[in-house]
RNA sequence: GCCGGAGUGGCGGAAUUGGCAUACGCGAUCGACUCAAAAUCGAUUGCCCUUGCGGGCUUGUGGGUUCGAGUCCCACCUCCGGCACCA
């Protein structure tokens, strides 16, 4: 007998794997593929490597390759394969810092994660792997842009935009978190540039209606995305100033509140602003406080319980439903970005309104009858936000205001004053970056043509060597002359590339349909692969991409579809988001030196245990906290098993059971008694246990249980089976089907100790079923309530009808004791789990 | 404020359809093995009362439905996550 030595069994199976490439699947029409065989894509997020990977990376990856593997074992034919996510600020910070190119920083990190990846044994098809700043690779995000472009869902303008100082670069509206920058924390500022963006907004309703498309994804993802996309119904209302004759559209979703307008409010970037106060005396007034509201951070401005602000303009305008005239303002209140960046203010219906009106002594006007009972308001109770009859509304008074909405919009349609509307939180992705580790973005800039794209055929621009990767406000490609300067690709002539690189959420839109085919030099990927593999069957990552890589994953997938070169509309068919591992209760960090290293436990108890603990933590989509106890409680079981199929091997017969289609041997077990026929059932129990609880999702933890007890009671029978050919054979099976059902957690232990009882390879076989007739026994415990008490378990025939098990329940002097003096007033006869007398 | 999720032993967690609450693991206690320790194997381990037999209580709180509720309904409390001056 040996001790557990994960480490030499690990490196045996891997070696394996990786000569025989073991989990390497062809597409359709390459020699190996089987149509038979139906399809499943398992993907995990690709990882950003920075570094080594971390407990995160290990949790992610023994999640998805459990699935894999099950799936695999299940008949599928599984595409498994993984890529490095490589282009992005840390590494490129890291080369400001000390010198060393983005590239090289990047591709010792993409050594060590993939060799760790290969002692984790995660069953990857490596002839698919990808790194996004290779130039086989991003020149086709280049071409994924310019098919963008060429389509209109592309376009450069001049916009306020999310800057941060400390990085010099704009950021998308989804990488502010709080004002501050998602990457450094710095507090961004607004500044206007000329920037690429992608046209997003166009396919906000084809996000939110696909959602139904999807199989299954975490309720709370949806709504997350749904809340990001922001759609609101309403109406667009014009109302017009006279004084300088124009027009000021608002965007309401409360068009029956529009008696109750009594001033009116524009957003410090309104472009009217200028032309409105030119010339007044409110100009210098209102001069003053844009600037000061231009000079705050975007977090100042939004802090919660900020005071109102804001200026008048002496303007007026016509308050289209009763000709009055209501007074103009400029206020911070008012946001430029959304609806038009003006607003007619009801202070009666809306509390920021009311807030406003109260600070600047301005009338406020009940135009709905009601009092919100838990925030009572002023003393007529205004604010009132809910509905109920309308009043001061002329020929709408008395109506209620839902029943009236759409009558409202219908007569201001008439009036010509007003439409339907929908709004959308959601803005358009801007793309374009002032870095230099990035894509570089497939543009021209010519003196005669304008901008011009880089034509298919030269793709792609590749990413110069530069010396100083630190941003002066451009981009540091910008100081790189000889490859700024080239020539218009229209007209030949003098001209510049954009300096400007793709946001490195353009690279991850779409790799994962680049996996599937992804050596071909004429296409970003053949239709005919796409077509096979996707949708990604089980996509899998941290829920911190809820928002970001998995709504733009969804536009880009779906503009793909709409030119042509896709079939699905989604990319993900289902999702799953693991949790995050705290130590200590807290979120791992360097700073507060509580960080988890994988290869420090891989090297001490082997990648089994480590995967197989993470697994069996707690349900994976929750979060859990490292322990070191349960580390070592996992390893201890793993070493159990191992320990008990030295045993079995060395005292049962070898011939005693052969494998999961040994007939004989199978029919033996059904056919035997007691604790032969326990162990073996016991099996049945577990297979039947593990499959169920893998087909429902993500039980990892209760699979894990399941062989746990499964080895308990090998362990608690194993002295009285040896020799006997029934019991060896029950032995022999049990430890097999431990091996086998813990395989996808722990695959070089499964494949081992499989081995070492069957002589075969355990991925090479099926998942194992259960057997009917083995989940069933002549017997059946029956719990016995009174009054719904527990007072005794009896053992019952399982055939035994109502009758016989009442009997058998009154005979219990447990029972008896119970019913003494009493009547029986009911009783309840649940079939082969129990009996319920109801005395008095 | 809005949206989403969760409250079960000392701890992580389990409990398919309303039917044995606390599976499995950790921790703890005791025993076997050992000169001893580690490792291993075995037993016990929700709380309270009781020498024992046994009894009572228990899934955040309060109510309800039911023969029977961790599970369903109503009200509330607490914690976690996301969004938030979005008209």
Same mark, same amino acid.
């Given at each position: 007998?040996?001790?557990?030595?994960?480490?030499?069994?690990?490196?045996?199976?891997?070696?394996?794997?990786?000569?025989?490439?073991?989990?390497?699947?062809?597409?359709?029409?390459?020699?190996?593929?089987?149509?038979?065989?139906?399809?499943?894509?398992?993907?995990?997020?690709?990882?950003?490597?920075?570094?080594?990977?971390?407990?995160?990376?290990?949790?992610?990856?023994?999640?998805?390759?459990?699935?894999?593997?099950?799936?695999?074992?299940?008949?599928?034919?599984?595409?498994?394969?993984?890529?490095?996510?490589?282009?992005?600020?840390?590494?490129?910070?890291?080369?400001?810092?000390?010198?060393?190119?983005?590239?090289?920083?990047?591709?010792?990190?993409?050594?060590?994660?993939?060799?760790?990846?290969?002692?984790?044994?995660?069953?990857?098809?490596?002839?698919?792997?990808?790194?996004?700043?290779?130039?086989?690779?991003?020149?086709?995000?280049?071409?994924?842009?310019?098919?963008?472009?060429?389509?209109?869902?592309?376009?450069?303008?001049?916009?306020?935009?999310?800057?941060?100082?400390?990085?010099?670069?704009?950021?998308?509206?989804?990488?502010?978190?709080?004002?501050?920058?998602?990457?450094?924390?710095?507090?961004?500022?607004?500044?206007?540039?000329?920037?690429?963006?992608?046209?997003?907004?166009?396919?906000?309703?084809?996000?939110?209606?696909?959602?139904?498309?999807?199989?299954?994804?975490?309720?709370?993802?949806?709504?997350?995305?749904?809340?990001?996309?922001?759609?609101?119904?309403?109406?667009?209302?014009?109302?017009?100033?006279?004084?300088?004759?124009?027009?000021?559209?608002?965007?309401?979703?409360?068009?029956?509140?529009?008696?109750?307008?009594?001033?009116?409010?524009?957003?410090?970037?309104?472009?009217?602003?200028?032309?409105?106060?030119?010339?007044?005396?409110?100009?210098?007034?209102?001069?003053?406080?844009?600037?000061?509201?231009?000079?705050?951070?975007?977090?100042?401005?939004?802090?919660?319980?900020?005071?109102?602000?804001?200026?008048?303009?002496?303007?007026?305008?016509?308050?289209?439903?009763?000709?009055?005239?209501?007074?103009?303002?400029?206020?911070?209140?008012?946001?430029?970005?959304?609806?038009?960046?003006?607003?007619?203010?009801?202070?009666?219906?809306?509390?920021?309104?009311?807030?406003?009106?109260?600070?600047?002594?301005?009338?406020?006007?009940?135009?709905?009858?009601?009092?919100?009972?838990?925030?009572?308001?002023?003393?007529?109770?205004?604010?009132?936000?809910?509905?109920?009859?309308?009043?001061?509304?002329?020929?709408?008074?008395?109506?209620?205001?839902?029943?009236?909405?759409?009558?409202?919009?219908?007569?201001?349609?008439?009036?010509?004053?007003?439409?339907?509307?929908?709004?959308?939180?959601?803005?358009?992705?801007?793309?374009?970056?002032?870095?230099?580790?990035?894509?570089?973005?497939?543009?021209?800039?010519?003196?005669?043509?304008?901008?011009?794209?880089?034509?298919?055929?030269?793709?792609?621009?590749?990413?110069?060597?530069?010396?100083?990767?630190?941003?002066?406000?451009?981009?540091?490609?910008?100081?790189?002359?000889?490859?700024?300067?080239?020539?218009?690709?229209?007209?030949?002539?003098?001209?510049?590339?954009?300096?400007?690189?793709?946001?490195?959420?353009?690279?991850?839109?779409?790799?994962?349909?680049? @996996?599937?085919?992804?050596?071909?030099?004429?296409?970003?990927?053949?239709?005919?692969?796409?077509?096979?593999?996707?949708?990604?069957?089980?996509?899998?990552?941290?829920?911190?991409?809820?928002?970001?890589?998995?709504?733009?994953?969804?536009?880009?997938?779906?503009?793909?579809?709409?030119?042509?070169?896709?079939?699905?509309?989604?990319?993900?068919?289902?999702?799953?988001?693991?949790?995050?591992?705290?130590?200590?209760?807290?979120?791992?960090?360097?700073?507060?030196?509580?960080?988890?290293?994988?290869?420090?436990?891989?090297?001490? @108890?082997?990648?089994?245990?480590?995967?197989?603990?993470?697994?069996?933590?707690?349900?994976?989509?929750?979060?859990?906290?490292?322990?070191?106890?349960?580390?070592?409680?996992?390893?201890?079981?793993?070493?159990?098993?191992?320990?008990?199929?030295?045993?079995?091997?060395?005292?049962?017969?070898?011939?005693?059971?052969?494998?999961?289609?040994?007939?004989?041997?199978?029919?033996?077990?059904?056919?035997?008694?007691?604790?032969?026929?326990?162990?073996?059932?016991?099996?049945?129990?577990?297979?039947?246990?593990?499959?169920?609880?893998?087909?429902?999702?993500?039980?990892?933890?209760?699979?894990?249980?399941?062989?746990?007890?499964?080895?308990?009671?090998?362990?608690?029978?194993?002295?009285?089976?040896?020799?006997?050919?029934?019991?060896?054979?029950?032995?022999?099976?049990?430890?097999?089907?431990?091996?086998?059902?813990?395989?996808?957690?722990?695959?070089?232990?499964?494949?081992?100790?499989?081995?070492?009882?069957?002589?075969?390879?355990?991925?090479?076989?099926?998942?194992?079923?259960?057997?009917?007739?083995?989940?069933?026994?002549?017997?059946?415990?029956?719990?016995?309530?009174?009054?719904?008490?527990?007072?005794?378990?009896?053992?019952?025939?399982?055939?035994?009808?109502?009758?016989?098990?009442?009997?058998?329940?009154?005979?219990?002097?447990?029972?008896?004791?119970?019913?003494?003096?009493?009547?029986?007033?009911?009783?309840?006869?649940?079939?082969?789990?129990?009996?319920?007398?109801?005395?008095?």
């Amino acid at each position: 007998m040996s001790g557990y030595e994960p480490k030499s069994i690990e490196s045996r199976w891997q070696a394996v794997w990786a000569e025989e490439g073991t989990w390497e699947v062809p597409n359709p029409g390459e020699p190996g593929f089987d149509a038979a065989k139906p399809k499943a894509y398992v993907c995990e997020m690709l990882p950003y490597p920075s570094g080594e990977p971390h407990v995160g990376h290990l949790k992610c990856y023994a999640v998805g390759d459990a699935i894999a593997h099950f799936r695999r074992r299940q008949g599928f034919q599984v595409v498994h394969p993984m890529g490095y996510d490589a282009f992005g600020l840390p590494a490129e910070n890291n080369a400001i810092k000390t010198g060393e190119p983005p590239r090289v920083a990047t591709e010792r990190s993409i050594e060590s994660f993939r060799r760790q990846f290969q002692e984790w044994g995660v069953s990857i098809d490596w002839s698919r792997e990808i790194a996004t700043h290779k130039p086989e690779y991003y020149r086709w995000t280049q071409w994924i842009f310019l098919q963008l472009f060429e389509h209109g869902l592309a376009y450069r303008t001049e916009a306020p935009v999310q800057w941060c100082p400390k990085d010099a670069t704009v950021l998308a509206n989804e990488q502010v978190i709080d004002g501050r920058c998602e990457r450094c924390g710095t507090e961004v500022i607004q500044k206007n540039l000329e920037q690429w963006f992608f046209r997003i907004t166009d396919y906000a309703d084809r996000l939110l209606e696909d959602f139904d498309a999807l199989e299954s994804w975490p309720e709370h993802v949806i709504t997350m995305q749904r809340n990001w996309i922001g759609r609101s119904e309403g109406a667009e209302v014009v109302f017009r100033n006279t004084e300088v004759d124009l027009d000021f559209p608002v965007f309401t979703t409360r068009p029956d509140t529009l008696f109750g307008a009594t001033f009116f409010v524009l957003a410090p970037e309104h472009p009217q602003l200028e032309k409105l106060v030119a010339g007044t005396p409110a100009k210098a007034a209102v001069r003053e406080y844009v600037d000061r509201v231009g000079r705050e951070s975007v977090e100042e401005r939004g802090a919660e319980d900020r005071e109102k602000t804001g200026v008048p303009l002496g303007r007026s305008v016509v308050n289209p439903v009763n000709g009055e005239e209501i007074p103009m303002f400029v206020a911070d209140y008012v946001l430029m970005e959304y609806g038009t960046g003006a607003i007619m203010a009801v202070p009666g219906h809306d509390s920021r309104d009311y807030d406003f009106a109260k600070k600047f002594d301005l009338p406020v006007r009940r135009v709905i009858e009601g009092v919100d009972p838990e925030a009572p308001g002023d003393a007529d109770g205004l604010p009132f936000t809910g509905d109920g009859p309308m009043v001061n509304s002329g020929r709408f008074d008395g109506r209620n205001n839902r029943d009236a909405y759409a009558a409202m919009i219908e007569w201001l349609k008439e009036e010509g004053r007003g439409e339907t509307a929908v709004n959308y939180r959601l803005r358009d992705w801007l793309l374009s970056r002032q870095r230099y580790w990035g894509a570089p973005i497939p543009i021209v800039y010519c003196d005669e043509c304008g901008t011009v794209p880089v034509p298919e055929d030269q793709l792609p621009v590749e990413l110069p060597e530069i010396e100083d990767y630190a941003p002066h406000g451009r981009s540091p490609l910008a100081a790189a002359t000889d490859w700024v300067t080239t020539e218009c690709p229209k007209c030949g002539g003098a001209a510049r590339r954009e300096t400007d690189t793709m946001d490195t959420f353009v690279d991850s839109s779409w790799y994962y349909i680049r @996996y599937l085919d992804p050596h071909n030099a004429e296409a970003p990927f053949s239709k005919e692969a796409a077509a096979y593999w996707m949708p990604v069957d089980q996509y899998i990552g941290g829920v911190e991409h809820a928002i970001l890589h998995l709504m733009y994953a969804r536009f880009v997938v779906k503009a793909l579809a709409d030119l042509g070169h896709l079939a699905v509309p989604e990319p993900f068919a289902n999702l799953f988001t693991q949790g995050m591992i705290t130590r200590d209760g807290a979120k791992m960090s360097k700073s507060r030196g509580n960080t988890v290293s994988p290869a420090e436990y891989v090297e001490r @108890y082997g990648a089994d245990t480590s995967r197989t603990y993470v697994c069996f933590m707690g349900p994976p989509e929750r979060g859990g906290d490292w322990s070191d106890e349960g580390v070592e409680g996992v390893n201890r079981f793993l070493a159990r098993l191992w320990r008990l199929c030295d045993e079995v091997v060395e005292r049962t017969a070898a011939d005693a059971w052969a494998g999961d289609d040994d007939a004989p041997a199978a029919g033996r077990l059904a056919a035997g008694e007691g604790d032969a026929r326990a162990l073996a059932a016991k099996a049945h129990w577990s297979i039947d246990k593990a499959t169920h609880d893998f087909e429902r999702g993500f039980q990892f933890n209760t699979v894990i249980a399941a062989v746990m007890e499964l080895v308990n009671d090998a362990y608690r029978l194993k002295d009285g089976l040896y020799g006997d050919p029934t019991g060896d054979a029950a032995l022999r099976f049990a430890t097999a089907t431990a091996a086998s059902l813990i395989f996808p957690f722990a695959p070089h232990l499964g494949a081992e100790v499989y081995e070492r009882l069957t002589g075969e390879r355990v991925w090479e076989r099926p998942w194992p079923v259960a057997d009917a007739a083995m989940l069933v026994s002549d017997t059946v415990e029956i719990v016995v309530q009174v009054n719904g008490k527990l007072r005794d378990r009896i053992e019952a025939p399982a055939a035994a009808g109502q009758d016989a098990v009442l009997t058998l329940a009154k005979d219990s002097d447990k029972v008896a004791r119970h019913l003494d003096g009493k009547q029986i007033v009911k009783e309840i006869f649940v079939p082969g789990k129990l009996v319920n007398l109801v005395v008095r």
